[in-house]
């Protein structure tokens, strides 16, 4: 029987953010390659409620301790301050004593394959086991250098990874001239330690085929793959127009991760009074769980905002919406948000950042708006004209269809698995 480990930096489970549901089908998708594989998860647990979710897929569950106050400060003063050697967050989740325990649980289940979830557990790789797989996500080195153009939008540059930091330097992290050289500091340890880390990995991953491939050539890797999410559009069929409240624009995500928040932050501030001058009815829904008070604050101040927080069903909620809104400031790799809510029919205008990695046809599948008058421009075009809205729901269900099926999706992982030791 082949068996599969999973490290991962969190619990795959539930669907309550996009990393998880990334996970969740690098899980299932092995799971369908290899029916009788068996699936180990080592992980650090984020909300312990989550742990009754655990899917049938993983057979075996072990959580993992987070270092302790003083490892996390001696980590972040030794290996990131004075050596430079670490990442922050690499040294906020090394534990010696965890390290000690994969160790023990791979030599006990000898897995042919050990994914790792993210550069900040890469530090746990343990020689001499079957293949290693690096999961990336994106190049958090770049995210972090382009949060520093838009640093006056970002409430906390470190958003919900603040809450792992020592007590101490937490203090510190919440001043703004800190957080800024802190960032700038975390982007250049990322940079040099995401290729370091490349080096002692068989294959790695990133959720954009674009980004995979730029990294391929820059640390010369023999297995650098794109595996994104996968979307299958449930049979909307293009002959029946979906019904839509053309009144209505989202924006969807986890609002505590500053991409997210300091994009809501912006559109409210620089583009919305120009929507709703023009369609005075048009209202527009923030929706992820962990609004900011920064977030919470625009549906006091501008009018037609409403912040909805954590729904039950994001779908039900987005898929009547006219369009939604992806107005990112800064970000890598391919927003799920995007090809998901196209995968859904609802048309969206977001800008060149937001459609990185997407190589949809701008005002044909979505539309990619270069200035914020014309992001105004696009967004009342979808709320006015009906028959542009139906042609854009159609032509985006399509094009997730080609591009991001679980057929397309699964290709380089069963890639990946065709290797032997």
């Not at 959580?63 to 050596?83: D, H, I, Q, R």
């Not at 050539?217 to 839509?244: E, K």
């Not at 995500?253 to 994009?263: C, E, L, T, Y």
């Not at 044909?364 to 006015?384: G, H, W």
């Amino acid at each position: 029987m082949k068996k599969m480990m999973f490290i991962t930096n969190r619990l795959p489970f539930p669907n309550t953010d996009g990393r998880k549901n990334l996970l969740q089908q690098y899980i299932q998708q092995v799971k369908d390659i290899y029916p009788e594989c068996r699936i180990v998860n080592l992980s650090f647990v984020d909300d312990k409620k989550y742990l009754e979710h655990k899917p049938d897929a993983i057979a075996r569950l072990e959580s993992l301790e987070l270092p302790g106050m003083l490892e996390k400060l001696f980590n972040a003063l030794v290996y990131s301050l004075l050596m430079r050697k670490w990442p922050l967050q690499v040294s906020v989740y090394y534990s010696r004593r965890t390290h000690r325990r994969i160790k023990q649980l791979i030599e006990e289940e000898q897995p042919e394959f050990i994914f790792y979830d993210m550069v900040r557990v890469a530090e746990y790789v343990a020689d001499g086991t079957g293949q290693r797989v690096l999961s990336y996500d994106d190049l958090l080195s770049l995210r972090y250098e382009r949060q520093l153009q838009w640093f006056r939008y970002i409430p906390s540059v470190f958003g919900g990874f603040s809450d792992k930091l020592p007590s101490g330097l937490k203090r510190f992290a919440d001043l703004k001239f800190i957080q800024k050289w802190l960032i700038a500091f975390e982007s250049k340890l990322l940079h040099k330690y995401e290729k370091h880390a490349a080096r002692h990995f068989q294959h790695l991953i990133f959720t954009s085929p674009k980004e995979a491939e730029t990294f391929r050539q820059i640390v010369s890797h023999r297995s650098c793959l794109g595996i994104p999410m996968r979307f299958d559009p449930d049979g909307q069929s293009a002959g029946n127009p979906r019904p839509y409240d053309r009144n209505k624009l989202v924006f969807v995500g986890k609002m505590d991760i500053p991409h997210n928040s300091s994009a809501c932050v912006f559109f409210c501030e620089k583009i919305w009074p120009s929507i709703k001058r023009k369609a005075p009815d048009a209202t527009f829904y923030i929706i992820g769980k962990n609004p900011t008070a920064e977030v919470l604050r625009l549906q006091q101040t501008y009018p037609g905002v409403i912040v909805t927080g954590e729904v039950d069903d994001v779908k039900r909620v987005v898929s009547d919406a006219a369009l939604m809104i992806a107005p990112l400031l800064f970000g890598t790799g391919i927003k799920t948000k995007i090809v998901e809510a196209m995968s859904w029919g609802v048309p969206v205008v977001t800008n060149p950042i937001g459609s990185e990695g997407i190589n949809a046809i701008n005002h044909e599948d979505l539309f990619v708006s270069e200035t914020d008058e014309e992001m105004v421009r696009n967004v009342l075009l979808l709320l006015n004209d009906k028959e542009m809205n139906e042609k854009v729901s159609r032509n985006s269900i399509r094009y997730v269809s080609r591009h991001f099926s679980s057929s397309v999706t699964r290709k380089n992982l069963e890639l990946i698995l065709s290797y032997s030791h």
